[in-house]
Structure formats: structure tokens, C-alpha cells
């Protein structure tokens, strides 16, 4: 019988070619986001999504036409020693070498009385960037899918109070050079779970202590909201990840061209393509 890691990167190329590879290799191709000579840190949190993306990458990068290098980066934010070990013998079960560095976010973050999850991945993503650059790397790979995408853009506009989405590539405003890349940005929630379970991979949910005491917060409740939506408007999800790729400029009242950056009124321009 096939050992776990031949039986998921199997399952990948057949099983779920259509559903998962397929996807992930459209958004690498479709958004550019890997160049030749590329050094990219896989970053791996020992949740479904970063392990999968992690055997989805290996597998471009054996066979891919592209050369680029690879180096699959996990941070312990303050783990119980259960569930460090548990980590562990997933990625060797799946073949996944870790390059493993300690962090106390864990602790730094029980401080944090509001927004606790939005302060920990600011955190995480710091140390991404800075151990990714030690690794010499010029790019970090994170696991945010389809889902995060269109949440995050309903996110911003119920609680932010601006239209804005989860982009597919990033350049670093604090570490020079650096990059991020989401190369799962095209596929479904739904199927990662799917062959997580199919495949019996033993995968951490959230291991935060803050937010175990917590209900979910507003993500949960913007993901049940997209949900009870889809009873009554069956495309909304699409509907909603279309339209951060059809925005309309002259028929909005402002917009920036970056974070913290000048505001463009529509006032500014009013009138100008008449006549």
C-alpha cells in the first residue's frame, strides 16, 4: 500500500485535478506569480491549507518548465508540545521538509483586546518576511483560497467601511525585494476540506488561546452571512469575487491607488470626458 505522500500527491493530479490543480495553476500562470530564478518560502502553519499548498508546490516545482527554488517555512507561535509534535509527524508523513523558528506571538497577543486575530497575522506576517529573507528568499507563499478572498473583500466593506479585496500578490512595504504570493487564490474552501478528509491528513485547526475564548469573531460571521445569502442568490460568491475585478471608477465617489495613500474624489474629475 502507498505511504500518505504518494497517495496525496496522486490525489492531486487525478482525484482532484479538476477541482484543486487545475486552479492552482491557473492562478500561478493567470496572476505571474512565479518568475524564474524565484525563491519562494512556502509557509506552512500546519493547517489544511498550508499543507496541501505546500504538496501542490512541490509538485510544480518538479515538474514546472519554470525554474525556481523552494524552502517550506513554519513559525511556533507558542504551540503546545502536543500539537508541535503533531505538526511534525504530518509534514514527514507527507514529505514536507519544515524549517521551524520559534516565535512568543502566542503571548503577545493575549495584550491584544481588540482585534487579536488581525494583530497576530500582522505579527506572523513580519516573521514570515524576515526568516524568508534569511532563507534567502525573495517571496512567502501563504494559503489563503477562494473563501478568504471574497470574506475578506465583505469584510471590508461591512466593518471597514471601504471596498477593497485580498490581492493575489503583494510587494512588501517593510522588507525590501520581498513578495507574497497566494497561490491557491482561485480554489474552494469546500475542497481543500474535502481531500483533507479524503486523505485522513492530520491537519490544526486555529491553536490560539485568545481566540478559543472568543465566538469566531466577524469572519465567521461574514462567512455565515455569504452562506444564508446563497439560499436566495445562488452566484453570489462569484458576484462577489467579480466585482473586485470590474470596478466601475466613474461611478464610485473616491478611490486611492494604495493603502494610506491620496484620495481621488470623484469631484476631482467630474466633467472632464464630457463633451
Given at each position: 500500500?502507498?505511504?500518505?505522500?504518494?497517495?496525496?500527491?496522486?490525489?492531486?493530479?487525478?482525484?482532484?485535478?479538476?477541482?484543486?490543480?487545475?486552479?492552482?495553476?491557473?492562478?500561478?500562470?493567470?496572476?505571474?506569480?512565479?518568475?524564474?530564478?524565484?525563491?519562494?518560502?512556502?509557509?506552512?502553519?500546519?493547517?489544511?491549507?498550508?499543507?496541501?499548498?505546500?504538496?501542490?508546490?512541490?509538485?510544480?516545482?518538479?515538474?514546472?518548465?519554470?525554474?525556481?527554488?523552494?524552502?517550506?517555512?513554519?513559525?511556533?507561535?507558542?504551540?503546545?508540545?502536543?500539537?508541535?509534535?503533531?505538526?511534525?509527524?504530518?509534514?514527514?508523513?507527507?514529505?514536507?521538509?519544515?524549517?521551524?523558528?520559534?516565535?512568543?506571538?502566542?503571548?503577545?497577543?493575549?495584550?491584544?483586546?481588540?482585534?487579536?486575530?488581525?494583530?497576530?497575522?500582522?505579527?506572523?506576517?513580519?516573521?514570515?518576511?524576515?526568516q524568508a529573507q534569511?532563507?534567502?528568499?525573495?517571496?512567502?507563499?501563504?494559503?489563503h483560497h477562494y473563501?478568504?478572498?471574497?470574506?475578506?473583500?465583505?469584510?471590508?466593506?461591512?466593518?471597514?467601511?471601504?471596498?477593497?479585496?485580498?490581492?493575489?500578490?503583494?510587494?512588501?512595504?517593510?522588507?525590501?525585494?520581498?513578495?507574497?504570493?497566494?497561490?491557491?487564490?482561485?480554489?474552494?474552501?469546500?475542497?481543500?476540506?474535502?481531500?483533507?478528509?479524503?486523505?485522513?491528513?492530520?491537519?490544526?485547526?486555529?491553536?490560539?488561546?485568545?481566540?478559543?475564548?472568543?465566538?469566531?469573531?466577524?469572519?465567521?460571521?461574514?462567512?455565515?452571512?455569504?452562506?444564508?445569502?446563497?439560499?436566495?442568490?445562488p452566484l453570489v460568491?462569484?458576484?462577489?469575487?467579480?466585482?473586485?475585478?470590474?470596478?466601475?471608477?466613474?461611478?464610485?465617489?473616491?478611490?486611492?491607488?494604495?493603502?494610506?495613500?491620496?484620495?481621488?474624489?470623484?469631484?476631482?474629475?467630474?466633467?472632464?470626458?464630457?463633451?
Amino acid at each position: 500500500m502507498d505511504n500518505l505522500k504518494d497517495q496525496v500527491e496522486r490525489g492531486i493530479t487525478t482525484a482532484y485535478r479538476k477541482t484543486i490543480w487545475r486552479y492552482f495553476v491557473c492562478a500561478v500562470k493567470e496572476y505571474q506569480l512565479i518568475q524564474p530564478g524565484d525563491r519562494v518560502a512556502v509557509c506552512v502553519s500546519g493547517g489544511k491549507d498550508s499543507f496541501l499548498l505546500a504538496k501542490c508546490m512541490q509538485l510544480l516545482h518538479r515538474h514546472s518548465m519554470v525554474p525556481f527554488e523552494l524552502h517550506f517555512l513554519s513559525m511556533d507561535p507558542g504551540f503546545s508540545p502536543e500539537k508541535r509534535r503533531t505538526m511534525e509527524e504530518t509534514a514527514e508523513a507527507l514529505g514536507v521538509p519544515l524549517h521551524f523558528f520559534e516565535t512568543d506571538i502566542f503571548e503577545s497577543i493575549e495584550a491584544a483586546k481588540n482585534s487579536p486575530c488581525h494583530v497576530c497575522a500582522s505579527m506572523r506576517r513580519g516573521h514570515l518576511y524576515k526568516q524568508a529573507q534569511l532563507l534567502g528568499c525573495n517571496k512567502i507563499a501563504l494559503g489563503h483560497h477562494y473563501d478568504d478572498v471574497i470574506e475578506t473583500t465583505m469584510l471590508s466593506l461591512l466593518y471597514g467601511g471601504e471596498f477593497k479585496t485580498m490581492m493575489p500578490k503583494l510587494h512588501s512595504r517593510n522588507f525590501e525585494g520581498m513578495e507574497l504570493i497566494r497561490p491557491f487564490y482561485l480554489v474552494r474552501e469546500e475542497q481543500v476540506k474535502s481531500f483533507v478528509a479524503r486523505f485522513g491528513i492530520p491537519v490544526m485547526t486555529c491553536a490560539c488561546r485568545v481566540t478559543k475564548l472568543e465566538d469566531g469573531g466577524k469572519r465567521k460571521q461574514v462567512k455565515q452571512l455569504i452562506k444564508d445569502m446563497k439560499k436566495t442568490i445562488p452566484l453570489v460568491e462569484s458576484s462577489i469575487f467579480s466585482s473586485a475585478q470590474k470596478v466601475s471608477l466613474g461611478a464610485v465617489l473616491g478611490w486611492r491607488m494604495r493603502d494610506e495613500g491620496p484620495f481621488t474624489s470623484f469631484l476631482d474629475v467630474y466633467g472632464q470626458d464630457e463633451g
